[in-house]
Nanobody, 122 residues
Framework: QVQLVESGGGLVQPGGSLRLSCVVS????????IGWFRQGPGQDREGIAC???????FYANSVKGLFTISRDNAKNTVYLEMKNLNPSDTAVYYC????????????????WGQGTQVTVSS
């Protein structure tokens, strides 16, 4: 069955970097879209990056040039590298499975991981 498990979150100082991982099972990365989302306290879930089955990547304007989504098919893992973090990036970060045509809208996605907390603070 479909499973997604995030890891790699934690506490980081402003300007620092983190790499999140999403290990997936029950499906092939080259047949679906995988998205990264985040949700801060009292906020809607925000789509920040996705990678299509072709390998094409899309980003929210707020993270372009700062975050990078990638995948390692052999490890069944999708990554999100985050650089130059600031306190506004504090949120629970989720990975999710979507259909091949899905993008950065949370309601489009079908299955979700449990989330990993990222806290940016000095």
């Amino acid at each position: 069955q479909v499973q997604l498990v995030e890891s790699g979150g934690g506490l980081v100082q402003p300007g620092g970097s983190l790499r999140l991982s999403c290990v997936v099972s029950g499906f092939s990365l080259n047949e679906y879209t995988i998205g990264w989302f985040r949700q801060g306290p009292g906020q809607d879930r925000e789509g920040i990056a996705c990678i299509k089955k072709s390998g094409v990547r899309f980003y929210a304007n707020s993270v372009k040039g700062l975050f990078t989504i990638s995948r390692d098919n052999a490890k069944n893992t999708v990554y999100l590298e985050m650089k130059n973090l600031n306190p506004s990036d504090t949120a629970v970060y989720y990975c999710a499975l979507g259909s091949p045509w899905d993008g950065l809208l949370a309601y489009e996605y079908d299955s979700w991981g449990q989330g990993t907390q990222v806290t940016v603070s000095s």
